[in-house]
């Protein structure tokens, strides 16, 4: 990738304008930082007024400004530059180098000094340095703006996922605190089951995003044990046998195991938790879900298959996004955070591994997770290392 920078040469000596432009005419920088090569475009004037003018046309990125012009001085255009918020670098060219000189430049915005006269390497050396710091800066705001993008969108998204279930608790309370509904115990009984059940759904989701937060900030600890996965994949399965007995889904693990790995049992509980549970929550009534778990060669394959309500390719395409859920009129009634298959990719990603999907509408979905746990990911490494120790 090529960028492209335009610098403004303001002096008003003719053979310095063009020696400048002859040094600069096809000189270019590879910035490995940035990631691709940096040209430059120049254009020169011989006065502060004429630079201010075409600043206001053209707004060049770099402005080589000499200190001593006829009329506007080389800090008179600093000063006009600095109340106008350009952003524009500037490398102060001068003769009469000074203390106070480069004080009050640098006061004024000047980013750099080139003292004439100076060398063809000389004046490629700062321009290279300016352009740098130049794309750099750019480079760095553009990300924080990103960052406050992404933290608004993940904010924005949050407070609509909680609006609802917060809503419909204090329209149950509500009925309760009035008694609008009569004198049937029934009816208000049926009010506190389904603010637990709202409760309980938000709670879900303030926890998967306290999970998902620590996975991506490295610092959820890890403790790495010797264990055996289907033992993990069993005691996921006892966990939701109510909600699959309430449904009258068989949930079976097919593996006689044991499957052994060097893992954190948190990180495999979240797998297996999230995958039995999405397997059970958006299955047909009395349907099945099978756990399958692998191992083999240093690689150890977990596949959860249910005879649910299925998905096409479109809406497959939307997983493992975080707040991802698919909406239709099957689901639209099945309470989720929309974190949970987020969550199974990051933590397969911490062993090497991925998560894929194999789905058909009206049939079901299969979800298969591969692990390396020889190829921990850096920062599951790093969490589970020993401290080091003190030094002596």
Do not use: W
Request: proline share 5%; net charge neutral; with cysteine.
């Amino acid at each position: 990738m090529t960028e492209q920078l335009r610098i403004l040469v303001v002096d008003d000596e003719p053979g310095m304008r063009t020696g400048i432009e002859r040094t600069l005419r096809r000189f270019s920088v590879t910035l490995p930082d940035i990631e691709g090569e940096v040209a430059f475009e120049l254009q020169a004037v011989d006065s502060g007024e004429a630079a201010l003018a075409q600043i206001e046309a053209s707004g060049p990125d770099i402005l080589l400004l000499d200190h001593k012009l006829p009329g506007m001085s080389g800090l008179d255009v600093l000063h006009e530059l600095a109340e106008s918020k350009r952003d524009i670098l500037t490398i102060m060219i001068t003769a009469y180098a000074s203390l106070d000189t480069a004080i009050t430049a640098t006061r004024r915005g000047a980013y750099d000094f080139l003292a004439k006269p100076f060398t063809p390497e000389e004046l490629k050396a700062a321009v290279r340095k300016a352009a740098k710091h130049l794309l750099l800066q750019r480079q760095a705001r553009r990300l924080a703006e990103e960052k406050r993008q992404v933290r608004f969108q993940f904010i924005s998204v949050l407070g609509h996922e909680l609006k609802a279930p917060l809503a419909a608790v204090e329209g149950y309370l509500n009925i309760l605190r009035d008694r609008s509904v009569g004198d049937n115990p029934a009816v208000y009984q049926q009010a506190v089951e389904r603010s637990l059940v709202r409760l309980q759904g938000m709670r879900k989701l303030i926890l998967d995003l306290l999970d998902l937060t620590r996975i991506e900030s490295g610092n959820r600890r890890r403790d790495l044990a010797n264990l055996d996965v289907c033992e993990v994949a069993k005691n996921a399965i006892e966990t939701l046998i109510p909600e699959a007995t309430a449904k009258r889904v068989a949930v079976e693990l097919a593996t006689p195991g044991p499957v052994p790995m060097r893992a954190d049992r948190g990180d495999l509980e979240m797998i297996l938790n999230n995958l039995v549970s999405n397997a059970v929550k958006y299955n047909r009534e009395g349907g099945q879900v099978r756990v399958t778990v692998e191992g083999q060669d240093e690689t150890v394959r977990i596949a959860v298959a249910d005879t649910g309500i299925g998905m096409s390719a479109q809406e497959a395409a939307q997983l493992f996004r975080e707040f991802s859920r698919i909406k239709n009129p099957q689901t639209r009634s099945i309470l989720g955070s929309g974190l949970g298959l987020s969550i199974v990719k990051k933590v397969a990603a911490l062993y090497g591994g991925d998560v894929q999907v194999q789905s058909e509408p009206g049939v079901g979905s299969t979800f298969r997770v591969t692990l390396h746990p020889a190829e921990l990911g850096g920062e599951a490494a790093r969490a589970a290392a020993p401290p080091a120790p003190p030094a002596s």
